[in-house]
């Protein structure tokens, strides 16, 4: 939360706003970070943000090493007690490891959550000789990107889209598309295909294949993707990636479970 972000009448803890921008600031592209580079991140002044950084080590949220601060496993027990997607993640745990075996990629639970797409779960393979950092569970995406985050955005009502679509969209490649009407073009093709392939829209080499989740009323549950390289979804004899039976499968499975 931000000053300007308060509701009305009720005043902001400043230290505790501060000290939450300092957790911010720690990404899965940069765990461990200097002082220098936590104050500016956070828009402090270094003395300010060494006693912040100072309490939440005592605290037991940080931990220092060799003069760079991360973040210390006591994240893990507040983690542990968000309720977003909880029975959905339990349900797909096993049919998200089973996937990315039988696929042999990387494979992604996703919901919804303020016009962005969360990461619930992830079930990592290595792919040999590809360096690529794969997304984070529980960092957020917006929906112009990646398979699993555009199916959401096929299935979001009107309404949900126009949200989606009002924030920052964030282009990772050339490949990216950005434009609004552009993408609810796209939205609506995927709805009537029921499925989303993208390529290079991550990253550069890999694509992603994705399904949406559905309730038996047919109410968007979430949606489930895999990434791999870009030739593995090479279309199969029936002109489809050769990976959909399973991923609907996966996605049916996990949808019986709830």
Not at 194 to 207: A, K, R, T
Not at 229 to 257: E, K, M
């Amino acid at each position: 939360m931000t000053l300007d972000a308060a509701p009305p009448g009720v005043p902001l803890v400043r230290a505790l706003d501060r000290g939450l921008a300092l957790l911010a600031a720690f990404t899965p592209e940069q765990p461990r970070r200097s002082l220098t580079e936590l104050a500016a991140a956070a828009g402090l002044d270094k003395g300010t943000a060494r006693r912040l950084l100072h309490t939440l080590l005592q605290a037991g949220f940080l931990r220092l090493e060799d003069g760079r601060y991360a973040l210390a496993t006591r994240i893990l027990a507040l983690a542990a007690a968000v309720e977003t997607g909880g029975r959905l993640r339990a349900a797909a745990a096993g049919q998200l490891r089973a996937l990315a075996a039988e696929c042999r990629a990387t494979a992604f639970i996703w919901v919804a959550e303020e016009g962005r797409a969360l990461c619930l779960d992830r079930a990592l393979v290595e792919l040999p000789d590809v360096e690529a950092l794969w997304f984070a569970v529980g960092a957020h995406a917006t929906l112009n990107g990646g398979a699993g985050p555009r199916v959401l955005l096929a299935w979001l009502d009107p309404a949900a889209q126009r949200q989606a679509l009002a924030l920052p969209l964030t282009r990772r490649t050339p490949a990216g598309e950005t434009d609004p009407p552009a993408l609810l073009r796209a939205a609506a093709a995927i709805r009537a295909r029921g499925h989303e392939l993208v390529q290079d829209d991550f990253v550069i080499g890999l694509g992603g294949l994705g399904v949406p989740i559905l309730g038996r009323d047919g109410a968007l549950l979430g949606a489930l993707s895999i990434a791999t390289l870009s030739s593995a979804f090479a279309p199969d004899a029936t002109g489809q990636p050769p990976q959909l039976a399973a991923l609907r499968r996966a996605a049916g499975a996990i949808a019986a479970a709830l």
